[in-house]
C-alpha cells in the first residue's frame, strides 16, 4: 500500500510504501518518539554528539541539531575521535567537519596523537594486539573525559537497531550477561554522574537500511569507506545471520530487541551495584585500580622502550 | 529483443560493470543474480531511491550501496 501518489522510496515491514517525505516524516518521528519513550533527553541539556561522519552518526547530529533549533535550551556540540588511521578516518573526518561548517555546529575534534602521542597506526606497529581492543578503550575513554570537560550532560551516539541486536546476539552466544545489562537506550550509572557522562541511542529503534535510507534522502550519505583494520570477525559472523533472518522473517531484528528490552529490568536489577574505581593515574573511572587505557598505555612505553620501535 | 543492459556500480566492492538481463527484470532479480541480501543494501536508479519490485529498464544506471557500517 503506498502513503500516497508520489513515488515510494522505502518499504517497512508491515508492507507499507513511503515516499521520500513521508519516510523522513516517518524516520524523525520515530527518533523523536524514541527520545520521549526512553527519556533520553530533558527539557534543557548541554549536548554532545559522537561524530564519526559516518552515516548513522551524522543522522543523529542532523536530528537533534533540528531538536535544538525548535529548543534552544537544548544546546549541540559536535565531539569527533581521530584515532590516526590513515585513509579512513581523515576522510570521514572531513564529511563530518564540511556537515558541521554547514550548519553551524561546533566540533571538537581529538586525537590519539595529541593525546596519547601516538596515532592508533602507529600503536599497532608497537603492540600486538586487536586493533578494535585499543582503539574502542581509547575511544572511549577520550570521549568521556572531554565530554565532562567540555560538560556536556549527555553524550549522544548513533548506535542503530542492527548494532544493538548483534550485541545481544553476541553477549548470549558468549554467556555474557553482565554485559548485556549494560546495553540500553541510555547508558551510563546514574549514580556516577560525576565520573561517566550518560551515553544515549536515539537511533535505538531504527534498522540500519533505514538509517542508510535516510542519510542518503537527506543528503548525509558518503562514498563507502571501510576501516583498514579487519573488522570483529564474530560480529560480522552474527550480521550476516541476523540479515538473512531477517530476509526469510521481517521484523526479525524489532523482535529480539523487543524483547530484551522486556528482560532489561530484571538484568539491571540482578547486576547493579558493582564498585567502580577511580583510576590511580588519570583519575577516571576504572575496573581495577588503573584503568584500560593506562595500562595499554604503559604497555605501548614499554614496548617502545624495548625494541626502539621505529615509527615511521 | 529480450534482453536489457544495465550498468551496475556497488559500492562495497567498488565494482563497476555492465549486466545483461532479461526484458521485465526487476531490481530483486538484479540483487539475487549478485548474490546480495536485499537487506543489506539500498538501490538507486539515477539518484533515485527504487524498491525491489521496480522494473530495469535498458541502459539504467543503477547503484547498490551497502547499509553496513564500516567500523
Ligand atoms: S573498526 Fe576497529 S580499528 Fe577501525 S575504527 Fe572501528 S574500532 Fe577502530
Ligand atoms: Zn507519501
Ligand atoms: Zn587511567
Redesign the pocket.
Known sequence: MNCCNQKPVMEMPSGERLCKSHFTEYFESKVFNTIRKFDLIGKEENLGVALSGGKDSLSVLNILNKLSIQNPKIKINAIAID?G?AG??DKTLEKASEFCDKNSIQLHIFSYKEEFGLT?DEMLKILKVK??TI??IF?RYLLNKKSKELKLTKLATGHNLDDECQSILMNQMRNAVEASARLSPKTGITQNESLFVQRIKPLYLCTEKEVTAYAFLNGLLDNFCE???A??AFRANVRDMLNELEQKNPGTKYSIVNSFLQTLPFLKEKFKGGIINICLKCSEPAANEVCNACVYLEKLKISRELFKTELV | MNKIKVNIFVDRNNLNKTLELDKNSIVSDLLKSLNINPVTVIVSRSNELILEDEKLKNNDEIKILSVIS??
Request: aromatic share 6%; net charge positive.
Open positions: 584515532e588511521i579512513y578516518r592508533l586493533p578494535c582503539c574502542g575511544r576501516c583498514p583494520n573488522p570483529q | 564500516g567500523g
